[in-house]
């Protein structure tokens, strides 16, 4: 499993199109610190207004490197799904369209250590984009904004939480971010077992994380209590609740507390299923099929 696992992530890394991720992960977040260097107390004054104009707001230690990262990621973390799907739509249908897949499968190892292998290389490279952008976004906004306590603005109240508080919180909700756009890679990849070239998962992937993430954000009485908990886009951005603390008598933050972990080991739960349900599937289906290319 080992050596298959090699090959998979060498064939993966040898395409130029795996490196344009890479590259459109650190333009974008160097465009959105460069824009909070330069204009970032304009958007905290713009957020806060309604706060600023009672009480006096230090915009200058509130923009700091561990804010900037949480902006960072709640703008990133959207659209980090396609770039995923350009590689993990690739791995079975990219092989089908060079006609090589047959030949794949002569080989003296099973079908599906075959697939297991390729989406383990797929979710190593989810995981190398996400500390890649962990470097980015959390290691050089601290370095270009330095730290301070981080104020999170939440149903109309600023939760602040401590400095020494911080770090623990991004690591957790990069680890639940890769379990998130693991299971999207777990889509690409089923989907990619229906294709014989890859521009049909990557895009059939992408409008289906659009228009779930659009379903998960609607608002329907009987949708909210029946099919909008099941969707797994409903729970990829659970990553936010490692931030909210939960608050004592004074309505301080409590250091080293999550408000709902419950909740969020329910939305890791519910993505985990889909990501064994849909690797099942991709596995079963690929079993199945005649390969012709």
């Known amino acids: 499993m080992w050596k298959l696992l090699q090959i998979e992530l060498f064939k993966i890394f040898r395409r ?20 909070l260097k330069f204009d970032g107390k304009s958007y905290l004054q713009l957020l806060m207004s309604g706060i600023s104009e009672s009480f006096y707001v230090p915009f200058d230690m509130i923009l700091n490197g561990y804010l900037v990262a949480f902006v960072i990621l709640n703008t990133l973390l959207i659209q980090v799904p396609l770039l995923i799907a350009l590689v993990a739509g690739d791995v079975v249908a990219g092989e089908a369209n060079m006609g090589t897949l047959r030949l794949l499968v002569t080989k ?75 299971t999207v890679a777990a889509l690409a990849f089923l989907l990619s077992v229906f294709a014989e070239n890859s521009i049909g998962p990557i895009v059939s992937t992408i409008s ?36 909210y603390s939960k608050s004592n008598g004074d309505g301080q933050a409590i250091s080293g507390s999550i408000e709902n972990l419950p909740a969020i080991l329910r ?3 519910i993505l985990l299923s889909y990501i064994v349900l849909f690797v099942s599937a991709a596995i079963i289906v690929f079993k199945k099929k005649d390969i012709l290319s």
Do not use: C
């Not at 659009?214 to 409903?234: G, Q, R």
């Open 208 to 243: 289906i994380v659009v228009v779930l993430t659009i379903l998960s954000e609607m608002k329907i009485p009987l949708y909210d209590n029946t099919v909008k908990p099941y969707l797994f886009t409903s729970h990829m951005l659970a990553w936010k609740g490692f931030f």
């Open 16 to 35: 130029p199109r795996t490196y344009i991720s890479f590259a459109a992960i650190a333009a974008m977040i160097l465009i959105i610190q460069l824009g």
């Open 267 to 269: 939305s890791l739960g």
């Open 108 to 182: 003296p190892v099973s079908r599906t250590e075959l697939m297991i292998a390729k989406y383990l290389a797929s979710v190593v490279y989810t995981v190398l984009l996400l500390i890649w952008m962990a470097l980015l976004a959390l290691f050089l906004s601290m370095l270009f904004f330095g730290t301070n306590d981080m104020i999170i603005a939440r149903n109309e109240v600023m939760e602040q939480i401590s400095r020494n508080d911080v770090l623990w919180r991004y690591i957790a909700a990069f680890g639940y971010a890769a379990v998130a756009l693991s």
